[in-house]
């Protein structure tokens, strides 16, 4: 073969059909990652017991989970490498096949509010009427914004609103209020500086009401700052139309029942979550925040939303609160984190949110089209038998051999996978 008919081959190999190297150039070619990015990548000691232990208490150790990139991401127009941290196989694979399927038709359409976050203040034992004290706090409005906002440059508390609240515990408080502050976080995730002006805040509440206040703290439920996202996949490209039937009766399943929804948005979070690890966000927030979002009807149901198009196609939504930041946290102090957010490109924390939502669709679409039509453990299992494949000890080339070998006989277990290593190694292998 000639050199350029060789690198032009090099060029045209899909992601994973290249090697580790090769990986590493094309992501340096496509994105924004530096050499050092790259040497980042490569060295998994990047980051260091030096850093886990600034980071958290009594540290022992740093633990690794697999790093990969979904392909095939098209959000709003724009492609995108996705970076996805997570250990269980066939996530990547998965996604980015759904990624590929929905470009097809367009890719991803996304939109998002903006970063309002609220910070919640909790008001007891006030010695005066609960409307008194609520009129005393909006007539202060101003002053007690411009407290809160002394605490920060970038992030700005721009309302508030004065709830009452019945006490629904069994431990009879009675009723209390609650100041909830409106903070744009811009593009952080803003948990510290909500949490700063609402403890910054307090004191001149309690003067004003001469209640007590008690917590002090941000909401991760964060409804005011959702991302929607949606896609059409072709039937022609997920099986035809009995997919799409049985895709439909699947999404029934997990709209109404609670067993099924929580399988259903664990599959979405797959997605989700995985792209909020590698990006360094906090992902308890959220789940916690995604899965309310989920019961916000009262009942617990399935994140996304799929119906049929008049064409015959599949249409899939979803919306949730996604509370994502591309500066201060983990995102700003993770090497590997730093790297994930360069990698995907965002500009702002809202193109991130989009494209977790993006992903958390894909996911989605991925699992309930498998489950729908041959199952998700044959790929499942195929993926499973490289695992198989290394614990047994097999090396280089001879993982891909006994992986292919235990998938093709059915038999993906460690027994078959000793065996076929064992001919392997004394060449009785057909
Ligand atoms: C496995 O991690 C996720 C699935 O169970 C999701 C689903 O059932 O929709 C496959």
Redo the contacts with the bound molecule.
Sequence with gaps: MTTTKKIRREKEKKFYEMNLAQRLNHLKEVTKVSQHDIEILRNPSSFTFVNANRMVENAIGVFSLPLGIATNFVINKKKYLVPMAIE?PS?IAAASKAAKIAKNNGGFIAECNESLMIGQVQIVSLPISLNTARMRLNTHKKEILRIANSKSKSVVAKNFQVRELDDKSHNNIGKMLLLELFVDTKDAMGANTINTMCESISSRIEELTGGKVVLKILSNYATKRLVKCRAIFSKNDIGGEGVVENILYAYSLAYSDVYRAV??N??VM?GIDAVALATGQDFRAIEAAAHAYAARSGIYRSMTRWYKTRKGDLAGELELPLAVGIVGGAASVHPLAKVGLKILGVKAAKELAMVLSAVGLAQ?MA??R??ASEG?QKGHMRLHARNIATMVGSEGSQIDIVAKKISDENDVTVRRAKEILFSLKHKRIK
Excluded: M
């Design positions: 269980e996530v399988t259903h664990k599959g797959n989605n699992a309930i498998a489950l998700i």
